[in-house]
């Protein structure tokens, strides 16, 4: 008999308007939108647009988003929080094949070795079921975030009517992601990526930021850049003047690295 876990069912919009979130409320300063989520604890981190600084909304919001769902899902709701930061399935690793009398250790598995495999084989079923679940409560959260504007936007995309049907979150967010990242203000990804490295330059710690206020701000700059398709840190001349400061050249560099 393998363990009885606990199964998913489906969650309403009204159920999962109402989940708590015991942790505490963070305040962000998220730009110009007016709009508020459907949601207490995640009110200011919202889908919208805001002009020039909405890459910085979309990468606060998501991530709150992901912790708010890690959670709140008490069953395997990292897996959900880990798919939409990533923006892909993650990889739940499955149990090997079914230990046989003679072939695992000098004597073979026992018929403990063979419950053992049954239980995770119950686990890792169950983990699938959870994180199809909890990928459909998550999108039902995210759209509650989404301005009107950016519900118009999102209903006019060719795909919207099978995603929203499935309530597949990973194909809102990649509809979401371009409005955000190149909107009518930022209309090229160029123009996002020099606007994000513009931001990212200019950043600096306030007099009243604290060091994880700084750090978090910084982080959000970084991804904000990352996801719009660049790099930090990969200048070839700012990496060649930082390692002559350093009396290094670039062969010993490499050669350190290696």
């Known amino acids: 008999m393998g363990v009885a876990w606990p199964q998913p069912r489906q969650a309403t919009v009204n159920q999962v308007m109402t989940i708590k979130n015991t942790s505490t409320k963070k305040n962000y300063n998220t730009g ?16 919208d647009f805001v002009g020039i600084h ?6 606060q919001t ?17 897996d959900a929080s880990e798919a939409i930061i990533l923006l892909e399935q993650p990889v ?23 419950r053992i495999w049954e239980k995770e084989i119950d686990l890792y079923v169950t983990q699938k079921q959870w994180l199809r679940q909890n990928l459909k409560t998550t999108y039902v959260i995210i759209w509650g975030q989404c301005s009107d504007p950016m519900r118009a936007r999102l209903e006019e995309s060719a795909g919207f009517e099978k995603y929203s049907m499935e309530k597949d979150v990973l194909m809102l967010l990649k509809e979401i992601k371009p409005l955000m990242f190149c909107s009518d203000t930022v209309k090229y990804s160029l123009h996002a990526l020099r606007n994000a490295h513009k931001h990212f330059n200019a950043f600096e710690q ?12 910084f982080t959000n700059y970084v991804d904000v850049i990352t996801y719009s398709g660049g790099e930090v840190g990969t200048d070839k001349k700012t ?20």
């Open 92 to 114: 739940i690793p499955k149990p090997g094949a079914k230990p046989v009398s003679g072939v695992d250790g000098v004597d073979g598995a026992d018929d403990a070795d063979v």
């Open 206 to 217: 306030g007099r009243t930021a604290t060091p994880n206020e700084y750090l978090q701000q």
């Open 239 to 258: 990496i060649t003047m930082v390692a002559t400061e350093m009396g290094l050249t670039m062969k010993k560099q490499l050669q350190k690295t290696n």
């Open 54 to 59: 909405q890459s910085e909304l979309y990468v």
């Open 62 to 78: 998501t991530k709150e988003i992901g912790d708010y769902v890690s959670k709140t899902l008490k069953n395997f709701g990292n």
């Open 32 to 47: 110009n939108t007016k709009f508020e989520g459907h949601i207490d604890t995640l009110k200011t981190c919202v889908y």
